[in-house]
């Protein structure tokens, strides 16, 4: 039986358009508290601190803390608690300029589960300022996020994350630890970035990437026609793009980005 946290929903009705499952379960909490083991120097960044579960105990832990809300009312419940290490931006995370932090950062938050792959992109754009990322996502997210070559769930999601962090399920958070309860099991993932990531072009990359899973059930040579050919790859293009472990992507990628020059 989940250890509820104070009762929230009186001060604020959850909105469904923000994705808003509150945390109520203190253990849960503290076990997130614990992976991301705060020091007092760290330059966190939250997304989403909702009513402040998880901002009020970081609080305790580091000098200075920045969040990004984009409910207005929520706003206000964080202004209350008058915390003057608690700095506030009010926006959305998905075009939020992460310039205006000062690297390197930490970010961490129990993102609202109808935009978190939009905003994983986003941050990967911006990966090069991040020590790490600690978030609760859905289960299923993070095992697609996981998942490794030849298995149902590797696809574009897969491939776009491990080229560029180490990816690590942590521990699965159940439907009664939030208020209200999410359909679906939730899971902390923790994310680190490749000291040595192989992909030059982002761009490019992303492209092969996403054209080669556009259709699963096809094969490479059919996806990726209008980019490469069978003469032009040392990668053999009857496979589908499950089949293909991340390597095999940057090979395929590099191969593309020799014939776009010529
Ligand atoms: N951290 C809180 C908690 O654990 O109880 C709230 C988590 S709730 C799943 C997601 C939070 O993200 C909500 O507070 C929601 O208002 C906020 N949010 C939704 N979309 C956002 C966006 N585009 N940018 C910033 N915050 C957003």
């Known amino acids: ?10 001060k604020h009705k959850a909105r469904k358009r923000f994705g808003q499952n509150f945390l109520t379960d203190q253990k849960i909490i503290d076990q997130i508290v614990a992976t991301i083991a705060p020091k007092r120097e760290d330059n966190l960044l939250e997304i ?14 580091v000098d ?59 941050l990967l754009e911006h990966r090069d300022k991040v020590i790490d990322m600690t978030f609760m996502l859905q289960k ?19 491939v776009m994350m491990q080229a560029f962090f180490e990816v690590e399920l942590i521990f699965v958070v159940p439907p009664e630890s939030f208020d209200p309860a ?3 099991d939730s899971a902390i993932v923790y994310l680190t970035p490749l000291k040595t990531c192989k992909v030059d072009n982002i761009k490019l990359f992303e492209k092969v990437v996403k054209a080669a899973f556009a259709h699963r059930r096809k094969t490479l040579r059919n996806c990726l026609k209008s980019l490469i050919t ?22 395929l990628t590099q191969d593309y980005e020799k014939q776009d020059q010529n």
């Open 64 to 122: 200075q803390l920045n969040v990004i809300e984009i409910d207005r009312d929520l706003i206000e419940i964080l202004n209350s608690y008058n915390k003057p290490n608690l700095v506030i931006h009010q926006g959305d995370a998905l075009n939020f300029d992460l310039d205006l932090f000062h690297p390197p950062i930490r970010v961490v938050g129990n993102l609202p589960y109808n935009i978190s792959s939009p905003i994983l992109f986003h």
């Open 230 to 251: 069978q003469e032009q790859t040392s990668i053999d293009l009857s496979q589908r793009a499950e089949m293909l472990d991340i390597n095999a992507f940057i090979t």
């Open 48 to 61: 989403g601190p909702g009513q402040g579960a998880m901002t009020l105990p970081l609080l305790d832990r």
């Open 182 to 184: 999410p359909k679906v």
């Open 140 to 158: 299923e997210v993070v095992e697609r996020m996981s998942a490794t070559h030849g298995s149902k769930i590797y696809g574009r999601l897969s």
């Open 1 to 10: 039986m989940a250890e509820k946290r104070t009762d929230t929903s009186k």
